[in-house]
Nanobody
């Protein structure tokens, strides 16, 4: 069975950094795409960043230039380095694994494109 386990969340002051990890089992990240999503209290889940099979990355405008998604094939882990955090980044962060190398992070009903999800890790940024 596929399992995704996020870690690295926590509380940080505005302007600080956090690094999230998504450890995959039963699923090889080097042969598939993986994305990070987040959901703030009272808001819809939104895509944040994605990395495809070829290692090409993409970000939503809200995090571009501040967040970096990367992958360690040997550890079968995908990371999200988050810098210059603001209170608006506070949310539960989820990693999600796609299929057929299709991992959209923008557009309608994109969550349904991901068959595998982690349990989430909480990020809280205080201003």
């Amino acid at each position: 069975a596929v399992q995704l386990v996020e870690s690295g969340g926590g509380s940080v002051q505005a302007g600080g950094s956090l690094s999230l990890s998504c450890l995959a089992s039963g699923y090889l990240v080097r042969y598939n795409c993986v994305s990070w999503f987040r959901q703030a209290t009272g808001k819809e889940r939104e895509g944040v960043a994605t990395i495809n099979v070829g290692g090409v990355t993409d970000y939503v405008d809200a995090v571009r230039g501040r967040f970096t998604i990367s992958r360690d094939n040997a550890k079968n882990t995908v990371y999200l380095q988050m810098n210059a955090l603001t209170a608006e980044d506070s949310a539960m962060y989820y990693c999600a694994a796609g299929s057929r190398n299709y991992c959209p992070i923008q557009g309608p009903r994109i969550s349904g494109q991901y068959p595998y999800w982690g349990q989430g890790t909480q990020v809280t940024v205080s201003s």
